[in-house]
């Protein structure tokens, strides 16, 4: 059974970029998406962005000018980068598997989150 | 991008109630629905896919209908271990989007 843990810091300055990995254990890399997804108590869950394996990318619009998401299939992990934090951009990030026929559907196997404080 | 209403927000349900959270879409996203349970300081666990197809392992007295922009997730008798917040989740378009969460307590 697959097994996904992130990893990163729980503080974060203003201005500053976060910088997550998601490690992932006991299954393939290939032929899945891989996505990460932030939730906050006022806006709950977010999706942040997702890749194919083979490199292709989508990222959610409200946040795509800040994000990049990358995969390293030597280590088997995958990792997001959100440039120029803001408090409000203080949540718990996830890392999680998609599954997809043709396109990318629905989350079935999550990290087990971590929480990112942006404070100075 | 498609928004995604629950409600209710909040739910409270004695022991072995039917309980039904409903989902509604801003436009037709035909079967392309999923449904998620979370527990305090878990990750969401995947419940339902395509509307009505219940994940590996999860108990029959979960099931989920509905198609176009309306749906519901039943569950036929309220088990304790059920206490959880709830979110549904469309992908029928490539941005993905969730609802706001119905959070089911015991009354």
């Known amino acids: 059974q697959v097994q996904l843990q992130e990893s990163g810091p729980g503080l974060v300055r203003p201005s500053e970029t976060l910088s997550l990995t998601c490690t992932v254990s006991g299954g393939s890399i290939n032929n899945f998406y891989w996505g990460w997804l932030r939730q906050t108590p006022a806006k709950g869950l977010e999706w942040i962005a997702y890749m194919y394996h083979s490199g292709s990318t989508k990222y959610n619009p409200s946040l795509s000018s800040r994000v990049t998401i990358s995969i390293d299939m030597s280590t088997i992990r995958f990792s997001l980068k959100l440039t120029s934090m803001t408090p409000a951009d203080t949540a718990v990030y996830f890392c999680?598997?998609?599954?997809?026929?043709?396109?990318?559907?629905?989350?079935?196997?999550w990290g087990q989150g971590i929480m990112v404080t942006v404070s100075s | 991008d498609i928004q995604m209403t629950q409600s209710p927000s909040a739910l409270s349900a004695s022991l072995g109630d039917r309980v039904t959270i409903a989902c509604r879409a801003s436009q037709d996203i035909y079967n392309s629905l999923a449904w998620y349970q979370q527990k305090p300081g878990k990750a969401p666990k995947l419940l339902i896919y395509?509307?009505?197809n219940l994940a590996t392992g999860v108990p029959s007295r979960f099931s989920g209908r509905g198609s176009g922009t309306h749906f519901t997730l039943t569950i036929t008798s309220l088990q304790p271990e059920d206490i959880a917040t709830y979110f549904c989740?469309?992908?029928?378009?490539?941005?993905?989007?969730f609802g706001g969460g119905t959070k089911v307590e015991i009354k």
């Open positions: 989740q469309q992908y029928e378009k490539s941005s993905l989007t």
């Open positions: 999680a598997r998609l599954q997809s026929v043709t396109v990318p559907t629905y989350f079935d196997s």
């Open positions: 395509d509307t009505s």
